[in-house]
């Protein structure tokens, strides 16, 4: 009997270990001015289920469960030359460098023959799209191990037309 007990013991404490649905993406990144000017940031998300707490940014917040998702806004300057993300910095950038957990993303120019918006290509674990709106969305869904997967909205998808 005193075996079973602990036995029952040791699963119950492994089935319900709290450690198993936190995680912690610090989301190290990197901004480009429109003067050339590089800078380093951080904007990323954690969750903490025994505290149920769950961070955004610097910032903390008591949630009584893992929201399902963040939706990260990029808004085109009215000349389509530079982009503002209010969560990365207070005014304008020309692109950035975003590593969240596994994911990579990116925006950056380059010059194509044929015009695509802005000149921005927008790189998300090495597929590349193109704008087609001055407003995208960048939506993380979460799991309570971390990122179950990153959408975009208002690009569409490089398919080799544009070189």
């Not at 709290?18 to 800078?39: C, M, N, S």
């Not at 917040?61 to 300057?77: C, F, H, N, R």
């Not at 023959?113 to 869904?141: A, C, W």
């Amino acid at each position: 009997m005193k075996y079973i007990t602990k036995l029952v013991y040791l699963l119950t404490l492994f089935s319900t270990g709290h450690a198993w649905a936190d995680f912690d993406l610090p989301g190290k990144g990197q901004l480009v001015y429109p003067t050339g000017i590089e800078r380093d940031f951080n904007f990323g998300f954690g969750w903490q289920s025994d505290t149920q707490k769950f961070r955004i940014g610097e910032r903390s917040y008591d949630m009584a469960q893992l929201p399902e998702s963040y939706s990260i806004a990029i808004t085109l300057s009215k000349d389509d030359s530079k982009v503002w993300v209010q969560e990365f910095n207070p005014g304008f950038i020309e692109g950035f460098s975003w590593q969240l957990g596994e994911h990579k993303l990116e925006l950056f120019k380059k010059q194509f023959m044929s015009p695509v918006k802005g000149d921005y290509v927008l790189r998300l674990d090495d597929i590349d799209y193109f704008l087609v709106r001055n407003n995208l969305s960048v939506t993380i869904k979460f799991t309570d191990q971390g990122i179950e997967n990153i959408k975009l909205d208002g690009v569409t998808k490089n398919m080799g037309t544009k070189q």
